[in-house]
């Protein structure tokens, strides 16, 4: 499925805080969205999900309108993973898996062996199956990512948003989020804060600055280090990966305000 953002803008509290975004990501396709705290990346993500509405401009999922469409149709088609598990504080793993089987549920319909299925499947592939009776408030950070990330892969909708989904998570299982979001036949944007994560596991990158959309392409194309310096205000240096031959980008304070280096460089000081 195609997602559309179609010259989208939204104020919050009186401000702008996004400004005439134009990306269309392909079906299929995994959209990295990078940019610095504060820059939109969240609230561009909710204007796909209903939670945020623009103020000029339309979302699109192939020829529905997010804003036009009915809430409904718009949970079927699109899942998604936040950090937010605040109202499920007292359910337990496999009960909050279970939610995302809602929008496809009549009435206050009972949990099918079809959601069931789903629901284990999902838990298996995060390696979550071990807590799913365990409440999710009791949870570390990382397992409840899992969890989280679990929900949205038991949605099994065509579109997937991940927003910042390696936050707590380990490096072991960052890259396997990667390489699970990698392996789904589904359309995927992400917001995403680690850009070597990004650089290597997406299709295709946008860059957002206060708001603006200031860099698209595949993650070489958008990914420079000139645009990279200029968003992110940092001195970035760009080295090939001595395995992969992929570029892999290192970064440094501003060159004005780089720290002297250390003198006691391998001492620890007991
Ligand atoms: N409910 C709100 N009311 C007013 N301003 C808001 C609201 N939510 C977000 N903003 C502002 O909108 C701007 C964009 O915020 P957003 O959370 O989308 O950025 P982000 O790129 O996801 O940031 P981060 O990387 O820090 O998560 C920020 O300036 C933020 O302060």
């Known amino acids: 499925m195609k997602v559309r953002f179609d010259h989208v803008s939204v104020a919050l509290g009186g401000r702008e805080v996004l400004r005439d975004v134009d990306i269309e990501v392909r079906p299929g396709r995994f959209l990295g969205l990078v940019g610095p705290n504060g820059s939109g990346k969240s609230t561009l993500l909710r204007t796909l999900y209903r939670a945020v509405v623009p103020s000029s401009g339309r979302v699109l999922l192939d020829e529905l309108d997010v804003w036009r469409g009915n809430r409904r149709a718009v949970a079927r088609t699109v899942a998604v993973m936040t950090q937010d598990t605040s109202t499920e504080f007292d359910l337990t793993v496999l009960e909050v898996v279970l939610l995302a089987r809602v929008p496809f549920?009549?009435?206050?319909?009972?949990?099918?062996?079809?959601?069931?299925?789903l629901a284990w499947t999902a838990l298996e592939r995060v390696g979550a199956t071990d807590i799913a009776?365990?409440?999710?408030?009791?949870?570390s950070g990382g397992q409840r990512q899992r969890v989280m990330l679990a929900r949205a892969l038991a949605a099994d909708t065509p579109?997937?948003?991940?927003d910042e989904?390696?936050?707590?998570?380990?490096i072991a299982f960052q890259l396997e989020l990667m390489r699970i979001a990698t392996s789904l036949d589904r359309t995927i944007i992400a917001a995403l804060h680690d850009l070597n994560l990004a650089a290597t596991h997406c299709d295709d990158i946008a860059v957002l600055d206060s708001g603006r959309l200031v860099a698209t392409g595949t993650p070489a194309e958008a990914l420079t280090p000139r645009v990279v310096q200029d968003v992110f205000q940092v001195a970035v240096d760009q080295l090939t990966h001595p395995r992969t031959g992929h570029p892999v980008l290192v970064f440094d304070h501003p060159p004005q305000s780089r720290p002297e280096p250390s003198t006691h460089r391998g001492e620890i000081h007991a």
């Open 133 to 139: 009776d365990r409440p999710i408030g009791r949870l």
């Open 165 to 170: 989904p390696t936050n707590h998570l380990d």
């Open 159 to 162: 579109v997937l948003v991940l």
């Open 105 to 117: 549920q009549r009435g206050f319909g009972r949990d099918t062996e079809a959601d069931l299925d």
